[in-house]
């Protein structure tokens, strides 16, 4: 794995200065894993104090131009309910820093896709995750979607068991499942959480959260574990979930709706699971594993 160092362009080197009210020498560090825009660590006087997110997808951004805004209220949010997230430190204009951007502390640990070889792991990220879901969202702005495009006819005609297919377009056309509204970080899954060994530091990625269903986060999180590891680690995942949120009951929509919402099978994975040090899974096992995921959603 390879980092770059650079010093901020001048018109962000003013922002940033001003922001955190430091003079040189402010440096960027480039992290590992960012795909949809740039993550650095900034380090004053050569110590990484912050990081620093900027919006760069000119699409994302056409459709969402108030990604910046999105992720300083969802830190809000979470720093109110104690949870271990980003603290937000300052928005930017694209004015100041030639793209929108948002300035938040930087958490300890790293990610280790490693760690969830063990139970113990799996427990502590359904617990995280449990613990996420629990805010009060009644009053968050941003609301759930769905991610599956507008048509999806085609989406399952490489699975080979055509009864199957028939079952999960049933679930897929059916009306959503009645839900409490949660707190919904809508992308939680083993990259965007730290670890300082056996213990969760951090969550991060907060720019899609928003008030919804629980089973979103779940399923979302379900079929990234059953991918990366396969069906039984999925499996441990939702059992400690439910252990850990008396009541949730999990329902086969969502985590259909997941899959529907998902190219990894067909992208061959998820770049930065290799980049963090996941042994490179194969197209046809991960096709393999996702029929196993939704066999299993059906049956459930």
Known sequence: MTTSHATPGPQLAAWLKQTIGVGDPITLEALPGATSSDVYAVSVEGTRRFVLRLFTNAQWLADEPDLAEHEAAALRRAERAGLAAPRPIARGAAAQCGVPAILMTHLPGSVDLHEL???AALHALAQM?????????????????SWRSAD???????????????????VADADPPAYAPAF????FHPVNVLWQGPTISGVVDWVNACRGPAGVDVAHCRLNLALMYGLAQANEFLSAYIEASPGYEHAAYWDVDAALSSNLHVRGGYAPWQIFGLPHIAAGELRLRLAAFLDDAVVR
């Open 117 to 119: 070889s063990r139970p």
């Open 152 to 170: 999806d006819s085609a989406t399952l005609q490489w699975l080979d068991d055509a009864p199957l297919r028939a079952k999960l377009r049933a």
């Open 184 to 187: 919904v970080h809508r992308d």
């Open 129 to 145: 995750l449990a613990k996420i879901n629990a805010v009060e969202a009644h009053d968050f702005p941003w609301r759930y979607r």
